[in-house]
């Protein structure tokens, strides 16, 4: 049974990974700061407190368990934040990956699995967002995830490090089983402010920006759920197992959604009135992200089975109404 060093084992998507992970055999060995995640979120393998910048515990945490793999989720993920304090993605992320990345490479644990983002793609004027659309993020959070693209990129050539790159799009959902779920503190993605928001337990949801070039003026997304995008990463480990080579590849449905669809959708799954408010555009928003490749379909064999955005919304509400982790 296979050690696979999973940062970020202790947040949203890693502890899915996590239980995915178990599932398919292997030993899932969470490494996390506990900075956004949850140390009772972590229940699939051993836990690992540290951080991406602590050099001699990444090294520490590398001779204890001789990983095949790393998983990488560990990161600061908020493009509002990012465009606020754009140095924090630049030393946690950027920094921090190379550490983990040196640590690895010096290890020699050559099996690489990053989760980048849709956000290093940038504006594309209407078009569907395939892995060879030019990467221009216009914020700090994609910028720092396209450079930990090009850190793998330099250390496969170099190195022979072996890497995939899943770029998502927006995860949501949860754990059917109610295991795990998202939970962010502070939070600030869509469906879980607005599941909030439904239940009385925040004030009315604000939609950022209803003057967008879209159909509705309001952000485009393009949605898959957490289990559905943890099932990809067990078939990337896969990948590099059987030695196929590094790749890139998007993860989302092809299907985009409004935000006023997204809240109307959440009203027909809830059954409940969804109290919003119309505001000004969050900065660092692209209008629209919405994948325009199946590569990880016909290459990996990917298939989603509950990314609609009726079972994410239904999923999530589920664990809204039942799930939460204590600090
Ligand atoms: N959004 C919104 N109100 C909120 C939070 C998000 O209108 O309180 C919009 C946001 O502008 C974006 C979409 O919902 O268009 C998804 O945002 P989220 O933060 O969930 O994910 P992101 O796309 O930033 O990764």
Redesign the pocket.
């Known amino acids: 049974m296979s050690n696979v060093l999973v940062t970020g084992g202790a947040g949203y998507i890693g502890s899915h990974a996590c239980k995915a992970l178990a599932a398919a055999g292997y030993t899932p060995v969470t490494y996390d700061n506990l900075s956004t995640g949850w140390a009772d979120a972590v229940k699939y393998g051993p836990f690992e407190q540290g951080d991406l910048n602590d050099r001699g515990r990444l090294n520490d945490v590398f001779s204890h368990y001789l990983p095949d793999a790393v998983m990488h989720f560990a990161a600061l993920?908020?493009?509002?934040e990012s465009m606020q304090d754009p140095g924090k993605y630049w030393h946690n992320n950027v920094a921090g990956s190379l550490k983990l990345i040196e640590a690895a490479v010096d290890h020699g644990c050559m099996n690489f699995v990053f989760s980048s983002?849709c956000?290093t793609y940038g504006e594309h004027d209407n078009v569907l967002l395939d892995e060879t659309c030019p990467q221009m993020p216009i914020n700090a959070y994609g910028a720092s995830k396209r450079a930990i693209e090009d850190i793998l990129e330099n250390f496969q050539d170099s190195h022979g490090l072996r890497h995939v790159i899943f770029r998502y799009f927006?995860v949501a959902g949860a754990d059917t089983d109610g295991e795990v779920g998202e939970f962010h503190q502070p939070e600030?993605?869509?469906?879980p402010?607005?599941l909030d928001a439904i239940d009385g337990k925040r004030p009315a949801?604000?939609?950022?920006?209803t003057d967008y070039p879209t159909p509705d003026g309001?952000?485009?997304?393009d949605y898959v759920h957490v289990m559905d995008l943890v099932d990809a990463h067990i078939l990337g480990l896969k990948w590099l197992e059987d030695d196929k080579g590094s790749r890139v590849f998007n993860l989302g449905t092809g299907h985009g959604f409004s935000?006023r669809e997204?809240i109307e959708q959440s009203r027909t799954v809830t059954n409940r009135d969804v109290p919003f408010k119309e505001?000004p555009?969050?900065p660092?928003?692209?209008a629209k992200?919405v994948s325009g490749s199946d590569r990880a379909y016909h290459e990996l064999g990917w298939s989603p089975k509950r990314s609609t955005l009726e079972v994410m919304i239904a999923d999530a509400w589920r664990w809204h109404q039942n799930g939460r982790y204590d600090r």
Do not use: E, K, P
């Open positions: 993920s908020l493009v509002g983002t956000a927006n600030t993605h869509l469906i402010l607005m949801l604000t939609i950022f920006g309001t952000c485009v997304r935000v997204v505001g555009r969050r660092g928003d692209c992200l």
